[in-house]
């Protein structure tokens, strides 16, 4: 409400002072989607509420899967339905490969080198090579796996520990963590916060900070011509967030380049590629990865974990099997490791189920087309922002029998995956825009929740035996529970 009340202060005020009454275009191109009709100065924008993710689903209900939204001066396509997402990702993927730049994201001149903001070009084209390459392909990963490994035993410690003075333990910051730790150890062989302790060191606050800001609606955004003034900040705060992270970077950089021969990670690929090929990567596109890479890495992981967790504590059958199954490949009390995944079925359907109905990032990295499309015999603008509602396809009655409820068991008969090749379940996207950083989560996320599941027994509190959890959604950057899981373990042995 607040946003919306700025949002209609400044632009009334706006009109009045250029003696405008609209500032959308003249002569409405022919054959939009259908959507519904913006008023003036705000278009849309009082349709979205707290909860775009759903209100969109809801408006795609009454327009269709392909439908076209003003907000404030930007044209929106909001794409609603597996087929239709199969037609932007897949069968016109270039045309719909660009990104839509928030204006928080151009702080530092982030989006200038980041491999996620990039155009598809020659640049982008040798920075996902080298992510494919040198950190995500099954050779690295493999390389780095007693790393993630140490990490999850320090995370059942922290929940041991936890037990032990009778405390609760907050999930999404305890995964949190886990994954930034985790990442760090990859990329520098060093944590980077403390995985026994709530207050972290300055990075972990760094990274939730950025997170946090990055988050949040921004009237820039939608009304491009407010960009200089920033009005409410957050670009401003995220050049001072960013700043700090390069600096941390630079002297972990700068550390590095005198000690090169100890250390085989990350840092040093990065550093080595850069040597070769200084046309292509740059310190400046290092530290711009990074930052990438600890964004995207942390607080997906942890929302997910903490939705997968939330789930199996109301499904008490699924709690059950996961176990079973847990206890007979795994043995009862034991860490999960990555090599125990393709043993474990069951848990990679609770994953499937949990990422279906939960999609880290709801709309997924918003895209942009740079050329007049046509999609279905509709006309897209130049310029239109393009949303991908995951969440609403995730949830698609016509195409999920009990599509709202948690039932793992609907991905055992089936062969649907998310690796981008069924739009039905496109949680890390498709195409050419295919999160990189998907065969890491593949790996982290399984061995995170079978260990946790395997070595306690969760409660709500020290004396429930029966969990009553709300489902409530905080909409940001991800897609978290508005209100943590906080539950008490009890070690198996």
Not at 151 to 171: F, M, T
Not at 210 to 226: C, H, Q, S
Request: aromatic share 8%; net charge neutral; charged share 20%.
């Amino acid at each position: 409400m607040e946003f919306m009340l700025i949002a209609l202060g400044l632009f009334l005020t706006y009109a009045l002072t250029r003696a405008t009454l609209s500032i959308f275009q003249v002569g409405k191109p022919k054959n939009l989607p259908p959507g519904p009709t913006p008023l003036p100065i705000i278009g849309n924008l009082h349709l979205l509420g707290d909860q775009p993710h759903q209100s969109l689903a809801k408006l795609a209900a009454i327009h269709g899967p392909i439908m076209f939204l003003k907000l404030g001066r930007i044209s929106v396509l909001v794409i609603s339905s597996a087929a239709a997402a199969k037609e932007v990702l897949q069968k016109q993927d270039l045309a719909f490969s660009s990104r839509h730049i928030p204006d928080a994201l151009t702080a530092h001149n982030h989006s200038t080198y980041s491999v996620v903001w990039l155009p598809v070009a020659t640049q982008w084209r040798s920075l996902r090579k080298f992510l494919n390459t040198n950190i995500f392909s099954s050779s690295s990963l493999d390389a780095n796996q007693h790393l993630r490994s140490l990490k999850v035993q320090e995370l059942v410690a922290y929940c041991r520990k936890a037990s032990h003075s009778g405390d609760s333990v907050n999930i999404s910051r305890a995964a949190f963590r886990t994954s930034l730790n985790l990442l760090s150890n990859t990329f520098f062989s060093k944590d980077l916060t403390d995985p026994y302790e709530d207050s972290g060191k300055e990075f972990k606050e760094l990274v939730g900070n950025m997170m946090e800001e990055a988050g949040k609606p921004n009237l820039v955004d939608f009304f491009p011509v407010l960009k200089k003034i920033d009005p409410q900040g957050i670009r401003r705060r995220l050049t001072l967030y960013f700043g700090k992270a390069f600096e941390i970077f630079e002297e972990l950089i700068e550390e590095r380049l005198g000690n090169r021969s100890k250390q085989d990670d990350v840092l040093n690929e990065c550093l080595k590629f850069s040597e070769e090929n200084p046309d292509q990567m740059n310190p400046t596109h290092i530290k711009s990865l990074l930052l990438d890479l600890f964004a995207a890495g942390t607080d997906t992981t942890s929302s997910s974990l903490e939705w997968a967790m939330t789930e199996i504590l109301c499904n008490p059958y699924t709690m059950t099997k996961a176990k079973e199954e847990l206890e007979e490949f795994i043995g009862k009390g034991k860490m999960v490791e990555e090599s125990d995944i393709l043993r474990l079925p069951y848990l990679g359907c609770i994953l499937k189920e949990t990422l279906r109905i939960h999609p880290p990032v709801p709309f997924l990295i918003p895209r942009k087309t740079q050329t007049e499309v046509k999609l279905n015999n509709y006309i897209v603008p130049k310029g239109t922002q393009v949303l991908v509602n995951a969440w609403a396809i995730g949830r698609d009655s016509t195409l999920w029998e009990d599509s709202l409820k948690f039932k793992p068991e609907r991905f055992l008969t089936s062969s649907l995956d998310v690796r981008g090749h069924d739009f039905e379940l496109v949680p890390f996207g498709a195409g050419r825009r295919i999160c990189p950083g998907m065969p890491l989560a593949s790996r982290v996320l399984p061995v995170m929740l079978g260990s946790l599941l395997n070595n306690f027994n969760w409660k709500l509190d020290s004396g429930s035996e029966h969990i009553e959890l709300d489902m409530n959604e905080k909409f940001g950057i991800t897609l978290q529970k508005a209100n943590p899981l906080c539950v008490f373990p009890i070690p198996i042995n």
